[in-house]
Each structure stands twice: as structure tokens, then as C-alpha cells.
């Protein structure tokens, strides 16, 4: 089975610091996603990643960056958090750009 | 730019009946992908059942069904004999035949009573 491993499920941080959302998948997926969920909103996608070192804006990508440093790890980078990205986070990737995405759990982000 | 619309922000169904989730899509491709993602309280999402657009035919997994309605830009989802383990959000799901990002519905949250 995909094991995609996010890892933290629950943070807590502070307005202005700097938080690293890391996210591993265990099957050689080319493609990886970073999506935010809230509540009435859906998921909307952050950024994805098609290739190692390659990144792509999604819907919203401002306040955010990326990193994809070897093709198994998908970084989502907070340069300084603001209280307006508390939110749910979910990664995910697929083998193509038009197979199934398979998630992880969700990282749950508070900023105080 | 394309939309997903899921106009039941929640639903109920009694163990063992039949409920249906309302999806809507608005698009200017003639092909592309149709998908039911469920993601139960505190677990990860998993994709439920997937729809090609230039199949006529609507696709089923056991328990779970579609209407896809091509012209109408619909796609509902029905689960028959529901069961408790069925209670999660369901979203719908569009992606273009190019492949890239999946564009999500705002989400419907099922109870299951017993």
C-alpha cells in the first residue's frame, strides 16, 4: 500500500515564525501535492511538485514556498505565520499527473 | 477556469438506506475526470470511486454508485445500504484529461444513524 507520512498531525505556533510542514511518500510517486482544507472551502491546492527540484503555484500559493529536494520528500514552508493560515493541511502524490492521489493524514496548524 | 459545486454542506441516512450526494462541475473541456474522495473523522482521504467523461457508462464500487450526467455537468454519488463506517466528508473531485491538480467540491458531511 502508498504510505504517504506527514509529520506532525497537530501544531501549535506563534504569529512571524517560520514553520516546515514535512511531508514523505514511500512509493517512487513522481507528482506531489500540498493542499489546504477549510471548512465550506474544500481543498484548495498550494503548490505541487511533478519532478525533483520542480515546483508549481497552485491556487494559493502566496505566504507560502516549497521544497523538493529528493522525489520521496514534499516540504511546505511557512516563511512567517500569519493567524490566517490556520488551517488543515494535507499532502498528497500520485505516480502520473492524471492517476489517483493518495493522502496522508492532515497536519492541523494553529497560529496564535 | 473550471468549478466544483457541492450544494449539501451535510447529510443523514439511516443505517441500511440509500442516500445520494449532490456534486455540479462547471467546465469548457469535453474530457476530463469525475472522482468521490471520502476522508473519515481523523483518518486520511481515500478515493471512493472514479468516473471517465467519455465513458457512457456509470462506474460502481460495491456499494457505491454514480449518475453522471455529461450534459447536465452532474455527478452525484449513491451509497446503498449505508453503513456506519460510511459516516465521513465526501468531496467531489474534477481534473482535467491533461492531468495536474485535482479541483475539490466544498464537501458534504454524512452521519450515519444507527
Known amino acids: 500500500d502508498v504510505k504517504v507520512t506527514q509529520s506532525s498531525r497537530y501544531l501549535v505556533k506563534r504569529t512571524g515564525e517560520k514553520v516546515f510542514l514535512e511531508c514523505v511518500q514511500d512509493?517512487?510517486?513522481?507528482?506531489m501535492f500540498w493542499y489546504r482544507q477549510d471548512p465550506g472551502l474544500g481543498l484548495r491546492l498550494i503548490y505541487f511538485?511533478?519532478?525533483?527540484?520542480?515546483?508549481e503555484k497552485g491556487d494559493i500559493p502566496e505566504g507560502y514556498s516549497v521544497s523538493r529536494e529528493k522525489k520521496e520528500r514534499f516540504s511546505l514552508i511557512l516563511e512567517s505565520a500569519s493567524t490566517n493560515q490556520t488551517s488543515m493541511y494535507l499532502c498528497?502524490?500520485?505516480?502520473?499527473?492524471?492517476?489517483?492521489?493518495?493522502f496522508g493524514e492532515g497536519s492541523r496548524l494553529t497560529v496564535l | 477556469a473550471q468549478t466544483v459545486t457541492q450544494s449539501q454542506p451535510e447529510m443523514s441516512v439511516q443505517e441500511a438506506e440509500t442516500v445520494t450526494l449532490s456534486c455540479t462541475y462547471d467546465?469548457?473541456?469535453?474530457?476530463?475526470?469525475l472522482f468521490w474522495y471520502k476522508q473519515p473523522p481523523s483518518r486520511q482521504m481515500i478515493l471512493v470511486i472514479r468516473q471517465e467523461a467519455y465513458k457512457q457508462q456509470n462506474a460502481t464500487e460495491n456499494r457505491f454508485s454514480v449518475n453522471f450526467q455529461k450534459a447536465a455537468k452532474s455527478f452525484s454519488l449513491k451509497i446503498s445500504d449505508s453503513q456506519l463506517g460510511d459516516a465521513a466528508m465526501y468531496f467531489c473531485a474534477y481534473r482535467s484529461i491533461q492531468g495536474g491538480k485535482l479541483i475539490f467540491g466544498q464537501g458534504t458531511e454524512l452521519s450515519v444513524k444507527p
Open positions: 467546465t469548457s473541456e469535453s474530457d476530463y475526470y
Open positions: 512509493m517512487d510517486h513522481e507528482n
Open positions: 498528497a502524490s500520485s505516480l502520473q499527473l492524471t492517476g489517483e492521489l493518495f
Open positions: 511538485s511533478y519532478d525533483v527540484k520542480m515546483k
